[in-house]
């Protein structure tokens, strides 16, 4: 059990187009969702926290504009990077929480394979 | 923001040998966990200790805290080719979010 997934896996877009990516548990509800960016040899750095039929809330330095999250059910959230550049280019990893009752307090958070961006 | 230290940033050894990596962190923590990710993949939940608890095994791993010092260490012990991968501590602090904290990453390399 605990299985997330997302998709796609990888994307290749053009500069200025804009890219959702899908994050699913797909056997257990999670009201709250973590979305991390990732860099070549670095560690994960956590851009937003997803709780359901909320807003997210963002880190600082996260353009909430640019990265748009939606977590409208139990099971899904996703992340839209709008207005793609180059810079934006990354490894994004999603993960849920199996809450024990308390929103946001999940000891364990499952992580998904991560989606590989590339703005050409 | 990143709080945890890894230290080695890198680690080369054999197969066979053990494999100790350290993290340290800044603020109080509700706990501490390990991960190991594989190249270009997603991370493998290792083990979790409470702020509560010194010392947890499971199978070949070993974790220790030190709140005292706010540092952990993980050892691998009797390595293999296959336990090749960056691993990375994260912290959980106490202001109930349930935020993941990563520390920097230790890569590591088994030798066959």
């Known amino acids: 059990g605990a299985v997330v997934s997302q998709h796609p896996s990888r994307v290749i877009c053009k500069s200025g187009t804009s890219v959702k990516i899908e994050c699913r548990s797909l056997d257990f509800q999670a009201t709250t969702m973590f979305w991390y960016r990732q860099f070549p040899k670095q560690s994960l750095m956590l851009m937003a926290t997803s709780n359901e039929g909320s807003k997210a809330t963002y880190e600082q330095g996260v353009e909430k504009d640019k990265f748009l999250i939606n977590h409208a059910s139990l099971t899904l959230s996703t992340l839209t990077v709008t207005s793609a550049h180059p810079e934006d280019s990354s490894f994004y990893i999603c993960?849920?929480?199996?809450?024990?009752?308390?929103?946001?307090?999940?000891?364990?958070?499952?992580f998904g394979p991560g989606t590989r961006l590339t703005v050409l | 923001s990143q709080q945890g230290e890894e230290d080695p940033q890198a680690l080369s050894i054999q197969e066979g040998e053990n494999a100790t990596m350290n993290c340290s962190y800044k603020t109080s923590i509700n706990n501490l966990q390990w991960y190991r990710q594989n190249s270009g993949r997603g991370l493998v939940h290792l083990i979790l200790i409470r702020s509560n608890e010194r010392e947890k095994h499971s199978g070949r791993l070993r974790v220790t805290l030190d709140t005292s010092k706010k540092s952990s260490s993980l050892l691998i012990t009797a390595s293999r080719a296959a336990d090749t991968a960056s691993y990375f501590c994260a912290t959980v602090g106490t202001s109930n979010t349930g935020k993941l904290i990563f520390g920097q990453g230790t890569t590591l390399q088994v030798k066959p």
């Open positions: 993960s849920a929480s199996r809450l024990a009752g308390v929103r946001g307090h999940g000891d364990t958070q499952y």
